[in-house]
């Protein structure tokens, strides 16, 4: 399984636009980018998927280059609601995209 | 629908006793998950199953055991409870492994204290 790397945490205000990075240097021909969001006392919740070049959905935006040994997730214009951990995951198809979590990136968003 | 259902939400073992928490889905998902996160950390993988009757080893499964006999059910037992067991249990379930955007539905977590 591929490692991420993602920083512990980020800080950032209402109606920002945050980024948040993953670095996957040893991502697999079939692997997938997969982000997940969770609040304190909930479980992980998918935000959104990629395999290459971008995808959007209405919450966010994932930016993946060509190489796609990176990943950047994108969240317009962050409320204090989005205030949590941001997980980005590798994996394939295998075990239904069985993968590592990993310890994910605080995002605190301030009023 | 309920989605991903855990039962209990919270229960407190003394060192050694046994238990099993038990996670139900009505979506009917091939694939499950039984995670543990402890604080500050990440979820980390104990168990999986592809589906009914199959059970596989994750990350951390030692100390654990896993049984999948219905389909929509995910049962996580321990036989001899550790105080290093403690922490937040989640279950999550996934639809197959084929089908791409396969993200998975987790429960709200069991909170589970060994003394």
């Known amino acids: 399984l591929a490692k991420t790397t993602q920083p512990i945490s980020m800080d950032s205000y209402e109606g920002q636009e945050v980024n948040i990075t993953c670095s996957h240097n040893?991502?697999?021909?079939?692997?997938?980018i997969t982000w997940y969001q969770q609040f304190p006392s909930q479980g992980p919740r998918f935000i959104i998927q990629g395999y290459k070049t971008k995808v959007t959905n209405e919450v966010a935006s994932l930016f993946i280059p060509a190489d796609r040994k990176s990943s950047t997730l994108s969240l317009p214009r962050v409320s204090l609601s989005d205030t949590a951990v941001y997980y980005c995951?590798?994996?394939?198809?295998?075990?239904?995209?069985?993968?590592?979590f990993g310890a994910g990136t605080r995002l605190f968003v301030k009023a | 629908n309920a989605g991903v259902t855990q039962t209990p939400k919270f229960r407190v073992l003394k060192t050694g006793q046994s238990m099993t928490l038990l996670c139900a889905q009505d979506?009917?998902?091939?694939?499950m998950y039984w995670y543990r996160q402890d604080p500050g950390m990440g979820l980390r993988l104990i168990h999986y199953?592809?589906?009914?009757?199959?059970?596989a080893k994750g990350e951390v499964p030692d100390g654990y055991n896993v049984s999948r006999l219905k389909k929509q059910n995910f049962l996580l037992g321990l036989e001899s409870a550790a105080p290093s067991q403690t922490s937040v249990y989640f279950c999550?379930?996934?639809?197959?492994?084929?089908?791409?955007?396969?993200?998975?539905?987790f429960g709200p977590g069991t909170r589970l204290t060994v003394l």
């Open positions: 199953s592809v589906g009914e009757g199959t059970t």
């Open positions: 040893n991502i697999a021909t079939n692997d997938y």
């Open positions: 979506m009917n998902h091939e694939y």
């Open positions: 995951l590798v994996g394939d198809r295998t075990g239904g995209f069985k993968t590592i």
């Open positions: 999550a379930s996934s639809y197959d492994g084929v089908t791409v955007h396969n993200e998975q539905f």
